[in-house]
């Protein structure tokens, strides 16, 4: 696997070594040494999957509190832009977000620590969205921010009548708004 290090600290691309014979293709997706040998020393608790339609926009999403997660993603179907800000309020990158399009056909992976809000767009009717996280699903502590808030001028890459969203998301706050406990 090649882990490389992003503009904002902690936040990882990794992209595994991809085997291709007259059969298919294998790879490994994690591996608890490489990763432990790249910095990320972290215990998965759960894994989630999404499948979504063309258009579907998840996020801005985080979890805090004794259960607070990061969060090791990709795409096994289709493809997204992933986005995740860096809302650590201590961070020289607080209030950045980055962004990169993960698919099938790339097998790329994305570390997020805990400190980011995330959230992805599909590109593809059914893309199919994998993340291992490190702390169990806990709805006293879910945070979420408006995937438009206008502090963190993230460009989705369709246009806002091609987006689909749920009703929970289009209620979020603005990050000024929340109590952000990063």
């Given at each position: 696997m090649n882990f490389i290090k992003t503009p904002i600290e902690g936040l990882m691309i990794i992209e595994p070594k991809i085997w291709k014979d007259n059969r298919g293709a294998f790879f490994e997706t994690y591996n608890e040494q490489l990763f432990k040998d790249n910095g990320i020393d972290e215990q998965f608790v759960q894994d989630n999957q999404s499948i979504s339609c063309k258009g579907a926009l998840r996020g801005l999403h985080a979890?805090?509190?004794?259960?607070?997660?990061?969060?090791?993603?990709?795409?096994?179907?289709?493809?997204?832009?992933?986005?995740?800000?860096?809302?650590?309020?201590?961070?020289?990158?607080?209030?950045?977000?980055?962004?990169?399009?993960?698919?099938?056909?790339?097998?790329?992976?994305?570390?997020?620590?805990?400190?980011?809000?995330?959230?992805?767009?599909?590109?593809e009717e059914d893309t199919i969205f994998c993340y291992k996280v490190t702390g169990k699903y806990d709805k006293e502590n879910e945070i979420g921010v408006r995937y438009n808030d206008p502090a963190f001028n993230i460009q989705w890459p369709l246009p806002q009548d091609e987006l689909v969203l749920s009703e929970k998301d289009l209620q979020l706050p603005l990050l000024a708004d929340i109590d952000n406990p990063f």
């Open positions: 979890q805090a509190g004794p259960h607070a997660q990061g969060k090791l993603v990709r795409v096994i179907k289709g493809s997204v832009i992933d986005i995740a800000v860096d809302i650590r309020k201590k961070s020289p990158t607080f209030g950045q977000s980055f962004h990169i399009e993960l698919s099938e056909a790339n097998a790329k992976m994305v570390w997020i620590p805990v400190g980011f809000l995330h959230g992805f767009v599909s590109l």
